[in-house]
């Protein structure tokens, strides 16, 4: 079979199955287009199938080859891990607006957002915490990847429970999705993404909370807190930051124009 009947047959939309097939193949999405009447290996089309057959049935392409692109690099991503998305990246932008040489960042996963930040800065150093070793495993090889890791440490914590020091910056994409909201997301962010990185139950508040309550105590002087909303939870998040004693604060929207960063100043 040719590459081009394979993915005529595949079932899954042409830029799902150029870059599934290039997985399969070992060979770039460009290298395909011009090998579209190549005939596939058996192994090779056999692995293909399977791949598409995972991504009809509702599997993210990122898990299926196992890296999602974000910011300016390719992170590695699996099960343990919450799927790097775009919107991420107004956090990634509004940290930068300002300098900083250490950085914390709260429910790190795959780590993509503390390593774009080090990455953009090479004077600054940081911690990834994370409840989650899976996760923190996944970190640590992203780090390793990117040549970072000398400049971070992988702490296994509960928020700031096993965090030392004083930061600079503090970042965090928490948990945010209400317990009555889960049932209205896509199949590929409810299933294949961890639960805990998506939802803390109750009104989708609780991470905001206690990040706002604890993280001065973390900051240095007019350090700053910057935490990724959900698009209709600016209003609660710069009440909470506000009643903890920040200033300057602020709401940053994404590429669509929706809500997306909260900001604040320790006073």
Known sequence: MTARKALAKSGINARDAMILLAHAWGIGRASVSVRLD????DEIAQDFARLAKARAAGRPVSKLIGQRAFWKHDFLVNDDVLDPRPETETLIEQALRAPFKRVLDLGTGSGCILLS???????????????????????????????????VV???????????????????????IAADEMD??????????????????????????????????YLAPDGRLMVEIGPTQAEAVSDLMREAGFEKISTSPDLDGRDRVVSGRKA
């Not at 190549?38 to 290996?41: A, E, G, K, N, T």
């Not at 700031?160 to 930061?167: L, S």
């Not at 910056?169 to 928490?174: A, C, E, T």
């Open 117 to 151: 930040l080090l990455g953009e800065r090479a004077e600054a150093s940081g911690v990834g915490a994370d409840i989650s070793e899976a996760a923190l495993n996944v970190a640590r090889r992203n780090a390793d990847a990117l040549g970072l890791s000398a400049r």
């Open 38 to 41: 190549d005939v596939l290996p």
């Open 154 to 176: 992988w702490q296994c914590s509960d928020w700031f429970a096993a965090i030392d020091g004083r930061f600079d910056l503090i970042v965090s994409n928490p948990p945010y």
């Open 184 to 217: 209205g997301l896509t199949p590929e962010v409810r299933l294949y993404d961890p639960e805990i990185a998506l939802t803390p139950g109750g009104d989708g508040l609780d991470a905001y909370r206690m990040i706002t309550a604890e993280a001065a105590d």
